[in-house]
C-alpha cells in the first residue's frame, strides 16, 4: 500500500495542532511533516522527532511504516527508509539573503550526502512560478536554480495557495523530489479544509509500500507515569482475577500514552466530539465561501461579511477544543476524587 502523507506548518498553535491529530486519523496518514511545530505538545511522545532548532518535526503516526534511521540538522529533519528519504524543513522569512543560502544548502548537502532517492518538503519562504506562485523574490530565484541543480523536481500541482491571511495569498509550502522517486508519487493536493493555521493542508502518496521497521526506529510510546497512575486507579475497579488485571493494564497504558487511541495506532484525540464535528463543518463552509468570493468579482461588503462569518466559526471551534479538554480532565479528576484508591468502598 501507498504511504500517505500530510505536510503542514501549524504556527506554533496548539489549537492547530490537536486539529492535527484528528485530521490524521480521518485520513489515514502514516507520516506528517510538520512545521513550525508547539513544542509543548510534542513532548513526552517518541513519535515526535524534531530538528535541532525546534522549527520543523516529523510525526510517524504509522511505526510500521517502513523508517530505519533518521538524521535531524539546522533546519530539517530526515527520516530513512531502506533506499529512499523523506525531508520536513523550514527556513524563516525573518532571516537574511545570505542565511537563507546557507540553511537551504545544510539541506541540499544533507540530500547529496546519503545518495538516496528523496523528498524534500516544507515551509520554505520563497515565491516563484515554478511552484505556481504569481510573484518571483530572490529567495525563489535562488532555491529553484539549486534545487534544479541537483535534479529535482517540483510536485506541486494545481493553483490553490498554501498560506492564507485575510486576502493575502501565498505559495511558499513547497515539495520537490529527486527524479526518480518522484514517478512515484500521486494525488498531490492542497486541501481547503480549515487547519486553525495560517498554513493549508497538503496531502500526497507515495507508492513505496509499507515494509517491516528495523528494530532502531522501532519504539514503544512511553506512557505518562501520572498519568497512568491515575487511569490505573480508575481501570483497577472492576480487577478480580488475572484476566481482568492485563485489562485494567492496558486500559491505563492506552489512556496515558500520548496520542494514541485505545487498540490503534493511529492517534485519535479522546476528547473529540459531535460538537467539535458540527463546528468544524461549519467552519470548512465559511472557509469555501470566503475562498470562492475573493476569487470572483464580489464587492466588498460582502467579502467582508463573510470574513467576520468565517473568523466567528474559527474562534467558536477553537473554543469548543478547549472546553471538550478540559471536560476530560474534569472528569477525569472528579472520578479519583469519588475513589481515590481504585476501588469502591462498602
Not at 530526515?78 to 529512499?84: A, G, K, L, T, Y
Request: positive net charge.
Amino acid at each position: 500500500m501507498p504511504l500517505r502523507i500530510l505536510q503542514i506548518n501549524v504556527d506554533r498553535r496548539g489549537a492547530a495542532q490537536k486539529l492535527l491529530a484528528k485530521t490524521i486519523e480521518e485520513e489515514g496518514v502514516d507520516i506528517a511533516l510538520v512545521q513550525e511545530p508547539n513544542i509543548r505538545m510534542t513532548s513526552n511522545n517518541p513519535r515526535w522527532i524534531l530538528d535541532s532548532t525546534n522549527t520543523c518535526a516529523v510525526f510517524c503516526a504509522n511505526p510500521g511504516c517502513g523508517v530505519v534511521t533518521h538524521v535531524k540538522g539546522q533546519g530539517f529533519v530526515c527520516i530513512n527508509f531502506e533506499d529512499w528519504s523523506l525531508y520536513s524543513c523550514y527556513i524563516s522569512p525573518n532571516i537574511s539573503l545570505e542565511a537563507y543560502k546557507e540553511r537551504l544548502h545544510l539541506i541540499l548537502d544533507q540530500v547529496a550526502d546519503s545518495k538516496n532517492e528523496a523528498i524534500v518538503a516544507g515551509d520554505f519562504n520563497a515565491k516563484s512560478p515554478s511552484w505556481n506562485s504569481p510573484i518571483t523574490d530572490a529567495r525563489g530565484t535562488y532555491m529553484d536554480a539549486a534545487f534544479q541543480a541537483m535534479d529535482m523536481v517540483v510536485l506541486n500541482e494545481g493553483s490553490t495557495p498554501t498560506f492564507a491571511r485575510g486576502a493575502t495569498a501565498s505559495y511558499i509550502d513547497v515539495t520537490f523530489a529527486t527524479q526518480k522517486i518522484s514517478r512515484l508519487v500521486h494525488s498531490w493536493r492542497v486541501s481547503t479544509g480549515e487547519s486553525l493555521s495560517l498554513h493549508r493542508y497538503i496531502f500526497y502518496n507515495i507508492n513505496k509500500g509499507n515494509v517491516t521497521p528495523k528494530k532502531e526506529w522501532v519504539e514503544r510510546p512511553r506512557p505518562q507515569a501520572d498519568v497512568f497512575k491515575d487511569a490505573f486507579r480508575i481501570a483497577a475497579r472492576g480487577v478480580i482475577d488475572v484476566k481482568s488485571m492485563v485489562k485494567a493494564i492496558r486500559e491505563a497504558q492506552d489512556l496515558s500514552t500520548v496520542g494514541i487511541q485505545a487498540g490503534q495506532n493511529r492517534l485519535q484525540p479522546v476528547w473529540w466530539n459531535e460538537e467539535i464535528e458540527q463546528l468544524r463543518i461549519i467552519c470548512n463552509k465559511h472557509r469555501r465561501s470566503l475562498t470562492r468570493a475573493r476569487g470572483r468579482d464580489t464587492p466588498q461588503t460582502i467579502i467582508e461579511e463573510l470574513e467576520v462569518g468565517y473568523k466567528s466559526g474559527r474562534k467558536n471551534l477553537k473554543r469548543a477544543i478547549r472546553r471538550a479538554q478540559r471536560r476530560k480532565w474534569d472528569e477525569l479528576c472528579s472520578e479519583l476524587e469519588e475513589d481515590p484508591w481504585g476501588r469502591d468502598t462498602k
